[in-house]
């Protein structure tokens, strides 16, 4: 008959610290999944880090770094379009600097920043402010009335707009009812890019002001409700709370507006084109200086300086880009 003696523990061991564990432990611990430790983690997180990267760096590197060091090369370039190119350096940009089309072109760019940007964010803080307060379907209704010129094509808003201020459009009508005998004349040369303005101002007001309700409304609403009780306006709750708690989304508006708003193409273009095909170069922003350059009927067609005149629109966008960021950074409001 064979005995079986449990085994003593050796000397000096403390038999409470290491209890006994029984089949039910044993087998709870063999399905209890180990937690993987931090380098396991971080080692699996590099190996997923090109198949994630790679195809978007792919499709960047071809559609955006490759046409950029492309352009970069033709600025420096004499080219038609066709032919051999003949190296000129930086003589396209020497031109740039003293042409007066392509000053009064980035004059008027400036004028579309910032004078229209003012009216364009002006008009939003007062159409979020009337609405931040709208409930129900009349809040819905005003938000789609709001934003729909943005859903319209550019060139059908350009018409449209044009037809209003003609010489017998439905503005002069208007003056002409009210009792103004004389209206001026909106799309003469010295009126035209007032008109330009007044358009971007409109049809662009509504996707900002949808942007920056959007925004607001996350918003905690006990805020406006403390607002209520200490007996504030529409314009102290704009001020001290939605203003404030809504300055991140105000931030990138301005970004958006700044690279929209140099990029301003197909509005002037229809509304101020001429038979010929082009708008009056008092007119023109950078944007339609680079279209001249290269598709100008009445010359011969400069790749190089349409091509110059891209990468200073792209310089200005990324300089006035960065002054926004920098302006407008501020420490961040706990809500």
């Known amino acids: 008959m064979t005995t079986h ?13 290491a209890p006994a564990r029984g089949p039910r432990s044993a087998v709870r611990a063999a399905r209890t999944p180990r937690r993987p430790s931090r380098g396991s983690f971080e080692a699996a997180r590099r190996r997923l880090f090109w198949p994630f990267v790679l195809p978007a760096l792919i499709l960047f590197t071809v559609l955006m770094l490759i046409p950029l060091v492309g352009t970069s090369w033709i600025s ?54 009337l609405m931040k307060d709208m409930i129900g379907r009349g809040r819905a209704f005003a938000r789609a009335v709001v934003f729909f010129p943005v859903i319209i094509p550019g060139i059908v808003l350009s018409i449209v707009w044009g037809f209003l201020f003609q010489a017998d459009g439905l503005v002069n009508e208007v003056l002409t009812s009210v009792g103004i005998s004389d209206p001026p004349a909106w799309l003469s040369q010295e009126n035209r890019f007032g008109v330009i303005l007044l358009g971007i101002i409109w049809f662009s ?19 406006y409700e403390d607002c209520a009780l200490a007996g504030a306006n529409m314009w102290q709750r704009f001020r001290y709370v939605t203003l404030p708690l809504s300055w991140d989304v105000i931030t ?26 082009l708008p009056d170069p008092a007119t023109w922003t950078i944007a339609l200086y680079t279209y001249a350059s290269v598709f100008n009927p009445a010359g011969i067609p400069s790749y190089g300086r349409g091509a110059a005149s891209a990468l200073v629109m792209l310089a200005l966008i990324g300089v006035l880009v960065v002054l926004i960021r920098r302006i407008m950074r501020r420490e961040s409001i706990e809500m």
């Open 205 to 223: 007001t509504g996707f900002y002001a949808t942007v920056l309700l959007a925004g607001a409304d996350q918003i905690p609403p006990y805020l």
């Open 252 to 277: 990138v508006c301005a970004v958006l507006w700044t690279i929209n708003a140099l990029k301003t193409f197909e509005f002037i273009l229809a509304i101020a084109g001429s038979s010929s095909g």
């Open 76 to 129: 420096l370039q004499n080219w038609p379009g066709a032919g051999p190119m003949e190296w000129v350096g930086l003589k396209n940009y020497l031109y740039l600097v003293r042409d007066p089309t392509f000053l009064k072109s980035f004059t008027n760019s400036g004028l579309v920043v910032l004078v229209a940007g003012a009216g364009v964010f002006a008009g939003s803080f007062i159409l979020l402010a």
């Open 5 to 17: 003696t449990a085994a003593r523990p050796q000397a000096g061991a403390d038999v409470t610290s």
